[in-house]
């Protein structure tokens, strides 16, 4: 029988891909397993991970949990803000299918609301395809900036710039503003970016004291049965943010990161044509990624990773 250190190392080595509990309807996304409840949503994060909307073969251990737990703390942070979806839960409040060791901090219960077709992205520096458009037009989505500006510089303030929501292995398309206000309407697309400027501001300076910049993030927002809008799916994670440390933060060169960009400059070094299928992570690359992810939590949270 495995002691309790040897369970503990390899947890660290063994990726969650899929779940699949009888007896409840399931739909997956690039990274998350959502099952119906009754009257509820169950979202389970898995440790797939996903780079330019494609789905590598193997995952980061661990991975979904940090997205979880972090999720949480932000949803807990950010509710003075906007209402979200969390319904507080431990383990033992599920049904008894769940109730087990490999869904233990990986699920969040929420409320069900109706997704928005827009995905609510905002900027504060100057990186990845912004800096390329920038680069080409001295606009980042149509939105002009002054000239002069150097890579992964801090914007003079942060701008929204929504997204279309993209099927599983498609990508996600940057829309202009008044796009947005075509598709949910001029009062939600302006509610929208307030309250998504609002989210970020908020998160990049909380982050910034304790040595994560938030360069760039994306939120989504539901409507609830009562048409309440509310903050849902993931908050301010490595996943759906580009983290920076601070300490090593310099302008005018790509910067380290803590999230999944580390994935990213990996599959660019060796060419990958962003289409399907994914070459399969080198174990180094998983457990350096492994360790990016949990370093976020650490220094968001100011708490060892539970799962350490």
């Not at 990726?15 to 009754?38: C, I, M, N, Q, W």
């Not at 400027?197 to 609830?224: C, M, N, P, Q, W």
């Not at 990958?272 to 992570?281: E, G, Q, Y």
């Amino acid at each position: 029988m495995l002691g309790l250190d040897q369970k503990t190392e390899l947890m660290k080595t063994i990726a969650l891909l899929t779940t699949d509990v009888p007896g409840f309807p399931k739909r997956s996304g690039k990274v998350r397993d959502l099952y119906e409840l009754p009257s509820q949503l169950l979202i389970i994060a898995t440790d797939r991970i996903s780079a330019f909307d494609v789905v590598m073969p193997n995952g980061i251990p661990d991975k979904g949990r940090v997205l979880t737990q972090l999720s949480l703390f932000w949803f807990n942070k950010l509710r003075a803000v906007v209402a979200n979806h969390i319904i507080p839960a431990e383990l033992n409040d599920l049904p008894a299918s769940f109730r087990n060791d490999q869904f233990d901090g990986r699920f969040m219960l929420c409320t069900r609301a109706k997704p928005l077709p827009i995905e609510c992205v905002v900027r504060g520096y100057l990186a990845g395809s912004g800096w390329k458009e920038y680069q080409a037009n001295g606009t980042i989505c149509g939105i002009e900036l002054p000239a002069g500006l150097t890579q992964c510089q801090e914007l003079p303030e942060p701008i929204f710039t929504p997204a279309t929501k993209a099927d599983l292995g498609s990508h996600d398309e940057n829309i202009s503003f008044e796009q947005a206000v075509e598709i949910v309407g001029l009062d939600m697309a302006q509610t929208l970016r307030r309250i998504s400027l609002e989210l970020y501001s908020a998160g990049h300076h909380y982050a910034r004291d304790r040595g994560v910049i938030i360069a760039d993030t994306k939120f989504e927002f539901g409507v609830d049965d009562s048409g309440q809008l509310l903050l849902i799916d993931e908050v301010l994670t490595p996943d759906s943010s580009r983290f920076w440390p601070t300490e090593k933060y310099q302008i005018g060169r790509d910067q380290e990161s803590f999230d999944k960009q580390f994935v990213r400059n990996y599959l660019e070094q060796i060419e990958f044509d962003k289409t399907p299928p994914a070459p399969v992570l080198p174990r180094d690359i998983v457990q350096a990624t492994r360790e990016k992810y949990v370093e976020a939590y650490t220094l968001l949270t100011g708490q060892q990773f539970p799962w350490q």
